[in-house]
């Protein structure tokens, strides 16, 4: 089975410019979610969505960053203008909505996004 | 405020021996607690779960275990192989109608010498 797909695997642009990181959950799983890693503040949940509806998105640092949702097999989180501050890498996850049970959180291989 | 932390960085094991990564929370509502191994460029894979209503869960050579009035989990590796070799993080959450939110440690890099 083809597990969280993400793309870009890597970004480099420039300071300024709008970013757009893309994911694909696994078939089936109505949960998903979009972190950050840093090394300063680990791995962080940026904002989640249940059934294509954003749930929480206190993490989401500022006004710059914003995630869609349009259907339940695609996601997009846009940094507009970006800064060299939000280099870092972007997970996605994705899972079965709890209250059918525990589901674990099932990650995307990332991408690492370069702000010059 | 850190509500989970991972106070090891890292920690190096002989091939064949255990390694014991250890776990402290702080918010006495998580319910729910995952280990998750990562490699170098690749996402966190999950690896065992625990829910709070048992104290040990084993899967092949992982057990996980909860110490809820110590709010402490620890996660035993034994036999470590040097495939092994990752960070692991730990995470927690509530159970919950709105899904599930987890919060991560900082990570330990487990190294297993040959």
């Known amino acids: 089975d083809a597990g969280v797909i993400q793309s870009p695997r890597h970004e480099v642009t420039e300071m300024g410019q709008e970013v757009t990181l893309r994911c694909k959950p696994i078939?089936?799983?109505?949960?998903l979610f979009w972190y950050r890693q840093t090394m300063m503040r680990g791995l962080e949940l940026l904002i989640y969505?249940?059934?294509?509806?954003?749930?929480?998105d206190s993490g989401m640092p500022e006004d710059r960053f914003s995630a869609k949702m349009p259907n339940a097999s695609f996601s997009t989180l846009k940094i507009q203008p970006s800064e060299p501050r939000d280099s870092a890498v972007y997970f996605c996850?994705?899972?079965?909505?709890?209250?059918?049970?525990?589901?674990?959180?099932?990650f995307g291989d990332g991408t690492r996004l370069s702000i010059l | 405020d850190q509500q989970v932390k991972q106070n090891s960085p890292s920690l190096s094991v002989q091939e064949g021996r255990i390694s014991i990564l250890n776990c402290d929370y702080t918010?006495?509502?998580?319910?729910?607690f995952l280990w998750y191994k990562k490699y170098p460029a690749e996402g966190p894979t999950f690896l065992i779960s625990?829910?709070?209503?048992?104290d040990k869960n084993e899967d092949g050579r992982f057990t996980v275990f909860l110490n809820k009035s110590a709010k402490h989990l620890s996660l035993h590796i034994v036999p470590s192989q040097p495939g092994d070799s990752a960070v692991y993080f730990c995470?927690?959450?509530?159970?919950?109608?709105?899904?599930?939110?987890?919060?991560f440690g900082e990570g330990t890099q487990l190294t297993v010498n040959p």
């Open positions: 996850a994705s899972s079965h909505l709890q209250g059918i049970g525990n589901q674990p959180q099932h």
């Open positions: 078939s089936g799983h109505n949960s």
């Open positions: 969505f249940n059934n294509n509806v954003p749930i929480d």
């Open positions: 918010n006495s509502m998580f319910d729910y």
């Open positions: 625990i829910s709070s209503i048992k």
């Open positions: 995470a927690a959450s509530t159970w919950g109608t709105s899904g599930s939110r987890l919060t």
